[in-house]
């Protein structure tokens, strides 16, 4: 019982040191998105927080009971977050065509697109790369569904439907009547639905 307690208390430790040492990689990431509140990196930045702490809260439960329906839920999820953001990134890549001009805060390279890529994956939802991060937190909140993962759950959820609010003012200002009406033909996360 007292090692048990004390290999508790040392990965509690391991978690805290995981915590602030990803969260300082985070924020180092995001240090130009911090600096405006008017960008969606900024916002991003809590949603990556917010999923990073969920992942330290359910890490200890990745692979318990396998079988279980919250268990098949929850890989069903993670399955489907592959399956947005690799392709996701392969087309804005491949017909995106980057343009290191734009300058707006939180932009990664291969965000900085000059022609609006509305097929694949996007001509459904126009944001996939943060559906995938949403069926992410989702699908490890679903590890050990518990109160404290679905406040988490709900942070990340929240924070990034305002980076992708955000986002959408900067790509009306970049790519204007065009994105408007590809907003109009797509939904934002989850095709069909939302």
């Avoid at 240090?31 to 359910?58: K, M, P, Q, T, V």
């Avoid at 890549?93 to 994956?121: C, M, W």
Wanted: glycine content about 6%; aromatic content about 16%; overall charge positive.
């Amino acid at each position: 019982m007292v090692i048990r307690q004390a290999i508790d208390r040392m990965s509690l430790q391991i978690k805290i040191i995981i915590l602030c040492v990803a969260s300082i990689g985070i924020a180092w990431i995001s240090r130009s998105s911090l600096r405006d509140i008017r960008s969606h990196g900024f916002y991003r930045f809590f949603a990556w927080e917010a999923i990073l702490a969920l992942i330290l809260l359910n890490v200890d439960h990745w692979f318990y009971q396998p079988f279980r329906i919250n268990q098949l839920f929850s890989w069903s999820l993670l399955i489907t977050s592959l399956f947005l953001v690799i392709p996701g990134i392969q087309l804005l890549h491949k017909a995106g065509k980057q343009d290191n001009r734009r300058s707006e805060p939180g932009l990664y390279d291969f965000e900085k697109t000059s022609e609006l890529v509305t097929t694949g994956i996007y001509g459904y939802i126009r944001h996939p790369l943060y559906s995938s991060l949403l069926f992410l937190g989702w699908g490890v909140f679903f590890k050990l569904p518990s109160w404290v993962g679905g406040v988490l759950a709900g942070l990340a959820t929240l924070f990034l439907w305002l980076t992708a609010r955000n986002e959408e003012v900067e790509n009306i200002a970049y790519f204007g009547s065009a994105y408007q009406d590809y907003m109009h033909k797509t939904r934002m996360f989850i095709p069909f639905l939302f």
